[in-house]
């Protein structure tokens, strides 16, 4: 029989079993104490249980049954038995305990090792990966995926301690008597195995609610993402009706779930009850032949009682094993991924203000089959500004990635001062250099903590960048100036705002190579030729490359790279440009026609 799990991927029952208890391995291995104290403290509280059982059957004997047969206690006797039930009573309390809190650590342990692993290589994997992956699909690994995986270990120590119960009590039984105690060996079995029904019919259902779940809060995510498009095009309709269906889709299931627990649960409670009443009849008859005392029935009766809830814990663990397989295999394909940014040890040799940049016979694709930049070899002198001109989907910004390291070359080499950007130390490169792409990110927090990013830097520092990057007029006039929040996303500012705050973040850095990737789309014309002077002029003399559209920034470039069908077909002054290459007047001609007035 095979079971289909949420990735959807056939697995036979026999190997999620396997594979299940290999999971609990790793956790037993990796919290071997913890485990022990959990384990011990389950056991021991399985044990005395049984004992209670054995008091019990004591007292009736040799208390209970001589005060009916002569009228009168005797009251050491009774001193011995109270002690005796709550010596017992105190010790199991302290295995429960041992045993939840074992648990709940262990638990928590695991979830904490995997999360903090899995936070590690989200950030040393490449961004190719991350780009081939969801947000959604990142945060599941590390919430639901990492709960999942480690949902076991909350019974395994109950699960235990009721397995080693359950043998206790079957050899006490069959010390008690063995006919009574047959009624135990059937019982157990039963008990068990309903269970494990119970959780394969319930199980799926689990797995699929907490699927829509997530389904759900997609769909309302985006609802609310999408709010400006939802509204002013009239979509509410067709939004509420997307998430009513998936909606009612979670209700159905959570109500069949709710179904079948309404039907397990009284034959789960039944079943010892109906064996408790077996062994009082069967046990009767057997006291009145003289074969067995009353205490034998007292005590099966009881242990048979005791020991079937205590049994739901295995049904418990082991259908959790689906789950936690599928889980635990997404957070292994997320840690075994071995495509790493290879970092060098070298440092760059000068720390002057501008950095000299040079790419040589630069190659890549996003596939291997399409290429996108081809022999792209070109030198920016320290200090210069050099405008990057081409048509749309030329490779402006996959250019700037490669700058900036966020993807390699396929060949050729980028260099800054000399040094392969590929044998730079982790960290070289982003100390030396800054990118500002045209979609500009801000956290939810203050206008200073999204220039400063909890760097270093003090408000003189953080107002001189703000004007550079002409953004210290509206701060100023904000509310709590760089106190202000911002908002998730900073949705309380202007897209041009927004830009230009993240400019001033990436020069507050003093980068000696600055990448502007269309950076200031957004802003007006003539702020965006102010930005560019200032930065000419006050900018420490960084070495600036932008990716712009707009005559007047371009003007403003020592000199015009222009790239087109993957290469750099000329370089030049703007004026130059303009005059001896056709191609380029009309591309900055139309892109000066298509903005608006
Ligand atoms: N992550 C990516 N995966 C695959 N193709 C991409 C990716 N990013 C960009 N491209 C493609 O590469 C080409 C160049 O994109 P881009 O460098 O953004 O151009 P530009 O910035 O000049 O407009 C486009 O055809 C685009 O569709
Ligand atoms: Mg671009």
């Not at 059937?186 to 799926?204: G, H, Y």
């Not at 900055?588 to 298509?594: G, H």
């Amino acid at each position: 029989m095979t079971g289909t799990d949420a990735l959807g991927v056939g697995r036979t029952r026999a190997t999620t079993m396997r594979e299940g208890f290999a999971i609990l391995g790793v956790a037993i291995r990796r919290e071997p104490k913890v485990f022990a104290v959990a384990t011990i403290g389950s056991l021991l509280f399985g044990a005395l249980t049984v004992a209670d059982a054995w008091v019990l059957g004591w007292a009736t004997d040799h208390v209970v049954l001589p005060a009916f047969r002569d009228g009168r206690v005797d009251t050491s006797l009774l001193i011995a038995v109270v002690a005796l039930f709550v010596g017992v009573a105190l010790l199991r309390a302290a295995g429960i305990v041992a045993r939840r809190v074992g648990a709940g650590i262990m638990q928590a342990r695991m979830w904490s090792h995997d999360r903090r692993d899995l936070t590690r290589q989200y950030l040393s994997l490449p961004m190719e990966w991350h780009q081939r992956r969801p947000t959604g699909q990142l945060l599941s690994n590390a919430n639901s995926d990492v709960e999942a995986a480690w949902g076991p270990i909350a019974p395994l120590p109950m699960a235990l301690g009721t397995v080693a119960m359950m043998v206790i009590a079957l050899i006490q039984m069959l010390l008690a008597d063995w006919v009574l105690a047959l009624i135990g060996i059937l019982v157990f079995p039963m008990v068990i195995a309903t269970n494990i029904i119970f959780q394969r019919v319930v199980s799926p259902l689990m797995t699929r609610a907490q699927a829509l779940r997530a389904e759900l809060s997609e769909i309302a995510h985006e609802s609310f993402d999408g709010a400006m498009v939802v509204k002013t095009l009239g979509r509410e309709d067709e939004e509420t009706r997307r998430f009513a269906e998936k909606a009612h889709q979670l209700r159905d299931t959570v109500v069949r779930a709710g179904r079948a627990r309404a039907a397990f649960d009284p034959a789960l409670a039944a079943l010892p009850e109906l064996a408790v009443l077996l062994v009082l009849v069967v046990g009767v008859s057997r006291v009145l032949a003289g074969e067995i005392e009353p205490g034998a029935v007292v005590t099966v009766a009881y242990l048979l009682t005791i020991v079937s809830f205590p049994i739901r814990a295995i049904g418990w663990l082991l259908g959790e094993f689906p789950r936690s397989v599928v889980g635990y295999e997404r957070i292994r394909s997320v840690l075994e991924e071995s495509t790493r940014v290879d970092y060098g040890s070298e440092t760059l040799a000068r720390s002057g203000p501008g950095a000299a940049l040079s790419l040589d016979q630069v190659g890549f694709g996003y596939s291997p089959e399409t290429g996108l930049l081809d022999d792209v070899s070109f030198d920016i002198a320290p200090g210069s500004t050099i405008a990057l001109v081409g048509a749309t989907a030329s490779g402006k910004s996959t250019l700037t990635a490669l700058v900036g390291r966020l993807r390699d070359p396929d060949r050729g080499r980028i260099t800054i001062d000399g040094t392969d950007v590929r044998h730079l130390r982790h960290g070289a490169l982003a100390a030396a250099t800054a990118m500002v792409s045209q979609s500009a990110f801000l956290f939810e927090d203050t206008v200073r903590g999204n220039v400063t990013l909890g760097g270093d830097f003090t408000d003189e520092q953080v107002w001189e960048a703000l004007r550079i990057a002409q953004a210290d007029g509206f701060v100023a006039a904000l509310a709590h100036g760089l106190d202000t929040e911002l908002g998730e996303r900073g949705t309380s500012l202007s897209g041009g705002q927004r830009q230009r705050i993240s400019l001033a973040r990436a020069l507050v850095r003093r980068p000696r190579l600055l990448v502007l990737d269309d950076a200031t789309s957004a802003v007006d014309p003539e702020v965006e030729a102010r930005i560019l002077a200032a930065l000419r002029s006050e900018g420490a003399a960084a070495t600036l490359l932008v990716v712009a559209y707009r005559k007047a920034t371009i003007g403003l470039a020592d000199e015009v790279l222009f790239l087109d069908d993957g290469r750099i077909v000329d370089r030049g002054t703007h004026a130059d440009l303009l005059t001896r290459n056709p191609a380029y007047a009309e591309l900055v001609n139309a892109y000066e026609t298509e903005e608006p007035a």
